[in-house]
């Protein structure tokens, strides 16, 4: 296949070889009854399981699957924005690999981009993932994000997405480290559709998202998209400064007007306590944004790409 495809297709893969013949079989049968030229750019994100010589088995047999593969694991995030900036078609769509974003829905996608949208994201209706957990904790975070960021960011978002080429321009000049792509997304603006779908249960393998990657995760967009924390510790501290002054007053009076002065071991212990833990709290949250400008200012390359074929 010569000259620029029209759409370009990205996938993440972090240990999906069970899910790549299938993901591509999908795929391939609903991209060849659009009417438009494709390229499917797999990027290995340092998988450990034979999924990159499998990318390369597909790309053997079809010219249009591409495979970029990292030198180590570096991210989802990381992953599709290796992808971008990759990418060459006038639009992309971004999906996982474990087919929980069902291909199917690619041609609604790009009905809705000819007619005029430049980002179109989809939003799961219902998870069928069977993690109450996952989806307790989602919309906590969500909730927060919104209040403190000043994004208006769906709760059940996905990754699976639709980009005209402006956006993909616009997104490879972000260069940032801690990158929230969801928030990004919402901050760059343009003309968003959602279009809601049931997600399906992984195809196979499990989820490649541990406990402490969604923490991080989820740090990394608040961080990234709101200085309310460093904030906080300034309205707590003057809240603090108010109820020590009138426990000041308070024991004044009890030195000067009773006779049961130095009884108070325990209250002492409790205002040390308490301070020293906030105090705690707030160094960390200083931290964390330090670490942040600490990592910007190093300026190391995004990813590092063991090597590349199909281009
Ligand atoms: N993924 C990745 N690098 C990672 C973690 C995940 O490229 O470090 C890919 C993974 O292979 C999948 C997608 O990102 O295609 C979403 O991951 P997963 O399905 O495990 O997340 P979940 O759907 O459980 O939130
Ligand atoms: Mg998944």
Same mark, same amino acid.
């Given at each position: 296949m010569f000259g620029k495809p029209e759409l370009s297709i990205i996938v993440p893969i972090f240990n999906e070889e069970g899910n790549l013949q299938e993901l591509y079989s999908r795929l391939a049968a609903v991209l060849k009854r659009q009417n438009l030229s494709y390229e499917i750019i797999m990027v290995d994100d340092g998988s450990t399981d034979r999924s990159l010589a499998k990318i390369h088995e597909l790309s053997r047999q079809d010219g249009a699957v591409k495979a970029i593969s990292f030198s180590r694991n570096f991210g989802h995030m990381i992953a599709l924005s290796a992808g971008l900036d990759h990418a060459t078609g006038e639009v992309v769509i971004t999906l996982d690999a474990d087919l929980q974003h069902p291909p199917e829905l690619i041609p609604e996608l790009v009905k809705r981009w000819k007619s005029g949208a430049e980002i179109v994201s989809t939003v799961r @209706?219902? @998870?069928? /993932?069977?993690?109450r957990f996952k989806d307790l904790t989602a919309r906590c975070f969500y909730w927060l994000i919104n209040k403190i960021a000043r994004l208006d960011l769906p709760?059940?978002?996905?990754?699976y997405r639709l980009l005209d080429k402006k956006v993909v321009v616009t997104l490879k000049n972000i260069r940032e480290r801690s990158r929230f792509l969801r928030g990004l997304i919402g901050w760059v603006g343009y003309k968003q559709e959602f279009i809601p779908y049931q997600a399906d249960p /992984?195809?196979?393998? /499990?989820?490649?998202?541990?406990l402490g990657k969604m923490v991080s995760f989820a740090i990394d967009g608040i961080t990234s998209f709101s200085a309310v924390p460093l904030r906080l510790s300034a309205y707590l501290g003057l809240a603090i400064a108010f109820f020590s002054f009138l426990y000041i007053l308070y024991a004044i009076y009890v030195r000067i007007f009773t006779s049961q002065a130095i009884a108070g071991w325990t209250s002492v212990l409790v205002v040390v306590l308490f301070i020293g833990g906030v105090q705690l709290i707030f160094l960390g949250i200083i931290g964390e944004y330090l670490s942040r400008v600490f990592e910007e200012t190093k300026e190391r390359p995004l990813y590092i790409i063991r090597e590349k074929s199909g281009f």
């Open positions: @209706t219902e @998870t069928k /993932r069977g993690g709760a059940n978002a996905a990754d /992984r195809f196979s393998g /499990r989820t490649k998202y541990s």
